[in-house]
T-cell receptor, first 114, second 113 residues
Framework: DTEVTQTPKHLVMGMTNKKSLKCEQH?????MYWYKQKAKKPPELMFV???????INESVPSRFSPECPNSSLLNLHLHALQPEDSALYLC?????????????FGSGTRLTVV | EDQVTQSPEALRLQEGESSSLNCSYT??????LFWYRQDPGKGPEFLFT???AGEEKEKERLKATLTKKESFLHITAPKPEDSATYLC??????????????FGTGTRLTIIP
């Protein structure tokens, strides 16, 4: 199994809603990531979990809250989002601190905030 | 701060017309340079890792090369299915746990049948 699975694939939410994005991998990777990607822009790092501990938080607003319940799962909890938060949210994983095989990305969750 | 600049922003080629994509980078100490392919609405797909100047890697119609300041992705006799956005990213040496990749803005490649 060499996949990163993200659910849901599409999500429409209002500015007062609370929702969660989920990510799962079964490759034994010990680093997991959340990226945000706007149209025609490169992915922007949001959070890094290394060995289930948050190791990088790129000054993301508190309306985004990551959670890593175990080494295979990564969640992104969303609350009181703004329309400008609409984007493709990508989860990725890698073997560890540095991987020759790069990151394995999921297909993303297309989020629309209305 | 690490920086990655890709050119051209967009490239249209006829099927079979070979060309190269450029990735210029500035990094404090290069740990690795990565090339990814991204199709619309999908996550990036890993292609290559390059570590040191002079290194080359090949996969089907793609060949990636690295110098001390830039990397090239050469596409030989491309086919329409090679149409995608190609992203370059660098990773610098840093403290443990600092797995940050810095991405370029990508080159949107279109191969016309």
């Amino acid at each position: 199994d060499t996949e990163v699975t993200q659910t849901p694939k599409h999500l429409v939410m209002g500015m007062t809603n609370k929702k969660s994005l989920k990510c799962e991998q079964h490759m034994g990777h010990r680093a997991m990531y959340w990226y945000k990607q706007k149209a025609k822009k490169p992915p922007e790092l949001m959070f890094v979990y290394s060995y289930e501990k948050l190791s990088i938080n790129e000054s993301v607003p508190s309306r985004f809250s990551p959670e890593c319940p175990n080494s295979s799962l990564l969640n992104l909890h969303l609350h009181a989002l703004q329309p400008e938060d609409s984007a493709l949210y990508l989860c990725a994983s890698s073997q560890g601190q540095f991987s020759s095989y790069g990151y394995t990305f999921g297909s993303g969750t297309r989020l629309t905030v209305v | 701060e690490d920086q990655v600049t890709q050119s051209p922003e967009a490239l249209r080629l006829q099927e079979g017309e070979s060309s190269s994509l450029n990735c210029s980078y500035t990094v404090s100490g290069l740990r690795g340079l990565f090339w990814y392919r991204q199709d619309p609405g999908k996550g990036p797909e890993f292609l290559f890792t390059l570590y040191s100047a002079g290194e080359e890697k090949e996969k089907e119609r793609l060949k990636a090369t690295l110098t001390k300041k830039e990397s090239f992705l050469h596409i030989t006799a491309p086919k329409p299915e090679d149409s995608a956005t190609y992203l370059c990213a660098v990773q610098a040496f840093g403290d443990f746990g600092n797995e940050k990749l810095t991405f370029g803005t990508g080159t949107r490649l279109t191969i016309i049948p």
